[in-house]
């Protein structure tokens, strides 16, 4: 059983094709995915006073969005899947397929007549990596 405190849940129609997917994974939970850190230092020597600040920007990884939600327990709940383009179902596919991997709990909801669309798209990223791994050995 999932609590409520830990569904993070998503729309398939906040995506599309501008949309980053794992920034918007990470607003969903307060991460700020993006950002400037700036430190600033000073000393007092007699009437002399330095200063000096450094700006550093960072972009927060997939890797520690996953790790996140896997330490929080949190289960990420995409509803309305096919509500993403087909071409933006890959996309989300391409990134859930390793996140999954690597044990992020997902949830995948839609209308019973498009139930597959989510499996269509894993099957077939399966599909293309296991061509690629044949193609490769001879």
Request: glycine letters at 6%; proline letters at 2%; hydrophobic letters at 40%.
């Amino acid at each position: 059983m999932i609590g409520l405190d830990n569904i993070v849940e998503v729309s398939g129609a906040d995506f599309n094709e501008h949309t980053d997917f794992w920034a918007t994974i990470a607003a969903k939970v307060g991460l700020p995915y993006m950002g400037e850190i700036t430190t600033e230092r000073s000393a007092v020597e007699g009437n002399n006073e330095a200063r000096d600040s450094k700006s550093e920007k960072y972009i927060l990884s997939k890797d520690k969005i996953i790790q996140y939600y896997i330490e929080k327990g949190k289960v990420l709940v995409i509803d309305d899947f096919h509500y993403a383009s087909p071409e933006m179902q890959m996309k989300m596919a391409q990134q859930l397929k390793d996140a999954i991997r690597r044990e992020l709990k997902v949830v995948v909801v839609s209308l019973p007549h498009r139930a597959d669309d989510a499996v269509y798209w894993f099957e077939y990223l399966y599909f293309i990596g296991r061509r690629r791994e044949n193609t490769s050995r001879c």
